[in-house]
């Protein structure tokens, strides 16, 4: 059970503590949850931490940490807590050789009651024992194409998981990527702070708040619903009693402004009588000319915080006033009552994330500020805290999905162990001001054996009813491809000759990009020197290059040298990318609600699929991307059949090209007295064989067809690459969007 610990009493256990592997099995039996044993010879190391960024490698198995420690006087009169941030995968502990209980989980923080096992007067010792070992599930080759892998590398599909770690244990672009050694590069150790929690007898445990727009009645007006002005807070307060006995006291709840200058509201004391044990009570405060919290591109992030007071107890928790809604007819998306349209990214700090700190988040962050994202989908894993703090500070709207990928176990076991997860990463999460959807299961029917699991008509439901008794009030998807997500990759996971004029479009596109190999700087970090020309074809695939995908889907060409073959893919995923962008958002809102690049960034060293890899250094597609995610966006539509993008574009004289001129804007307000203009000029000579200008009004949050592009090509037309350059100025002549494709005549 999550419980909240900022702002108390507190002491950490970060730092060294002595490890031992266990290989064997016998630690316990050999006395290392004693106090009395002698670590003394045992290897020392710092934590938080993923142990395969250390000395231990990628190691799975069992590993022993002790450490002593001292309790501070502060902590006089108070009771003793010890908190796991996190711990991957199978905890137990010990406290001066007391057993505390186990826990399992990749993400979820736990806790324990220390209070009647610690020495305040002296030393004490605490014994971790972290077990992360592979899961023992079948890997079965799936596909039996025809390509130059050996027999270990083809693509292998887990037949039923046990462990419940998304991304961390199985996903496309990891260590040992789809081949039969998919789980390498362990998540395994504490990779979450470790400290020491003060709290009174008589406790506040936990704070759920939530959050409505005030609305009104216009009943002397013109009978319509209105806001007024107000926000409604109410919030869940879980009392602990320790004492034995019930306690007659009051609790109250402030809240003030965090993000601005404002006044504290406060509630009136209510008495009550707290039983012994854990007991709710609900709290309501009427925040007057409430602020409302927004994505960065729709208004202010702004944020109050609620201090609830029970008894000698305080504790704070921040918030926003806001609502989001998913509209199940069109699934369009609305916060606060007005629609928005979502340009998103997928998002991972990185498979270890124990890396992740505010200052790496802080840079991600600002540049996809700088590219003009607003929602942000984080899955199948969950992210520290404080990413979710530094979105909500921010404004960006985040979708989340609970760490299932592909292929798990439909068990009544996995299916119980599951539920409670989703619990707490409810919990976890749903105070958050950024907080705005949920998926269960990032894809429950990717599955490549014929004898799937069932697990869309099992696990997911009772995870979505499990996840609701927590957060009733926003979305919760059931899982990837359903309810209108889609997945359109083009060259990347689907065939890049796709005929998209063909294609049913959904309104969540939850996955869209390709694939890419990383500059030849990071592809020696992890592609030994005699493997990489000519590619070692299994290294390669080991290491997520997919050979079928980038051959047979993409059609990469090899070229005559390494260099030739990075800068043939890196060009094909920026033009594909670029050319699903465009297509996307010129059907804005018919259907397309929602866009999310699959990643920002590659999780580890490895031939991926972000914008950045894995040390953040650039593929050519961030630059390109960039250009055509602002806000207002100029583009063309070729009028051809059949319509397939990222592929050279050729015309023949005698031919004539023909497109549609598209401009949207995704500003909540209108551009009047707009300009624009499309030039055609051949890219060699800089001749100019056909324009036009056009000008006009760009309403709100809108996409318009705002013009035809022509031009017949004459039989003496120069041979080569002609660009047809775009641009579209707001009233005063400042540039709103410039963008160009690229056609060949031959």
Request: aromatic share 12%.
């Amino acid at each position: 059970m999550i419980s909240l610990h900022e702002g108390r009493t507190s002491a950490s256990l970060n730092g060294p503590w002595h490890y031992a592997l266990d290989e064997s099995l016998d630690g316990e039996s050999a006395g290392w949850a004693t106090p009395e044993f002698d670590a003394s010879g045992w290897k020392s190391l710092d934590l938080p931490t993923n142990w395969y960024l250390t000395e231990i490698g990628d190691f799975f198995g069992t590993v022993w940490f002790r450490r002593t420690f001292t309790v501070p006087a502060d902590f006089d009169g108070q009771r003793v807590f010890v908190r796991f941030g996190a711990v991957d995968y199978y905890a137990d502990v010990w406290v001066n050789g007391h057993y505390l209980g186990s826990h399992e989980g990749m993400f979820n923080s736990f806790e324990f009651d220390i209070t009647d096992v610690v020495n305040r007067e002296g030393e004490n010792v605490i014994v971790l024992k972290d077990g992360a070992p592979r899961d023992e599930t079948e890997y079965i080759q799936a596909v039996f194409n025809d390509n130059p892998l050996s027999t270990d590398y083809k693509r292998h599909q887990a037949k039923a998981l046990t462990q419940i770690k998304g991304h961390m244990i199985d996903a496309m672009h990891r260590l040992g990527s789809m081949t039969k050694f998919r789980q390498d590069g362990t998540s395994g150790g504490p990779w979450g702070s470790i400290d020491l929690i003060a709290r009174p007898d008589v406790y506040v445990d936990y704070l759920k708040v939530f959050t409505r727009i005030g609305m009104k009645k216009d009943w002397l007006g013109d009978q319509l619903d209105k806001p007024d002005g107000t926000g409604l807070v109410a919030v869940d307060v879980d009392i602990v009693n320790t004492t034995g006995k019930p306690v007659e006291t009051s609790a109250r709840i402030a809240i003030s402004p965090k993000t601005f200058e404002g006044e504290t509201v406060t509630g009136p004391d209510r008495r009550l009588v707290v039983q012994p044990g854990k007991s709710t009570i609900k709290l309501v405060l009427t925040v007057p000319k409430a602020r409302l919290w927004w994505t960065w591109d729709q208004g202010q992030p702004d944020m109050y915080t609620a201090t609830v007071s029970v008894a000698d107890d305080s504790i704070s928790q921040d918030f926003g006033i806001k609502e989001v809604r998913h509209d199940e007819q069109t699934g369009h998306w609305y916060l606060n009552h007005k629609r928005i349209f979502l340009r998103g990214m997928r998002y991972i700090t990185s498979q270890w994330l124990s890396e992740g700190n505010r200052e790496l988040w802080n840079d991600d962050l600002t540049k996809m500020l700088d590219m003009q994202i607003n929602s942000i989908r984080i899955g199948s894993h969950v992210e520290p805290d404080e990413f979710y703090t530094m979105c909500d500070e921010m404004g960006f709207l985040v979708w989340q999905v609970f760490p299932l990928h592909y292929c798990v176990s439909d068990s009544d076991d996995f299916i119980e162990r599951a539920s409670e997860m989703i619990h707490d990463m409810g919990r976890m999460l749903v105070n958050h001001a950024s907080m705005g959807m949920w998926s269960v299961f990032k894809e429950p029917e990717i599955y490549l054996l014929p004898d799937k699991p069932n697990n869309f008509f099992r696990l997911c439901q009772i995870l979505k009813e499990t996840l609701a008794t927590v957060d009733p009030t926003n979305w919760i998807h059931l899982g990837d491809y359903r309810e209108g997500a889609q997945n359109l990759m083009i060259g990347g996971v689907q065939p890049g000759d796709m005929d998209l004029s063909q294609k049913v479009i959904e309104p969540q596109i939850v996955e869209f990009g390709a694939a890419s190999i990383p500059v030849l700087e990071t592809l020696k970090t992890f592609i030994p020197e005699d493997k990489l020309w000519p590619p070692h074809w299994d290294t390669w695939e080991y290491n997520g290059l997919f050979y079928d995908l980038a051959f047979k889907f993409a059609k990469i060409e090899l070229g005559n040298s390494l260099e030739e073959f990075i800068d043939n893919y890196q060009s094909y995923e920026a033009l594909v990318v670029k050319e699903q962008i465009e297509f996307f958002r010129q059907r804005k809102y018919s259907p397309v609600a929602s866009m999310y690049l699959y990643y920002w960034s590659d999780s580890c060293p490895i031939i991926g699929s972000g914008l950045l890899d894995y040390y953040r250094r650039p593929y050519k597609v961030y630059e390109w991307m960039k250009a055509v995610y602002t806000r207002v966006l100029v583009s063309l539509e070729r009028e051809v059949t059949p319509y397939v993008i990222g592929r050279e574009k050729v015309y023949q004289p005698g031919e004539t090209f023909v497109a549609k001129l598209w401009v949207t804007n995704d500003f909540d307000h209108a551009f009047e007295g707009t300009t624009g203009s499309w030039t055609i000029t051949h890219r060699e000579s800089g001749t100019e064989v056909a324009s036009q200008s056009f000008q006009g009004t760009l309403p709100a949050d809108s996409v318009e067809r705002v013009d035809s592009v022509m031009w017949l090509i004459p039989a003496d037309a120069e041979r080569g690459e002609y660009r047809i350059d775009m641009l579209v100025s707001d009233a005063e002549g400042n540039e709103l969007s410039r963008n160009f494709t690229d056609i060949v005549v031959r």
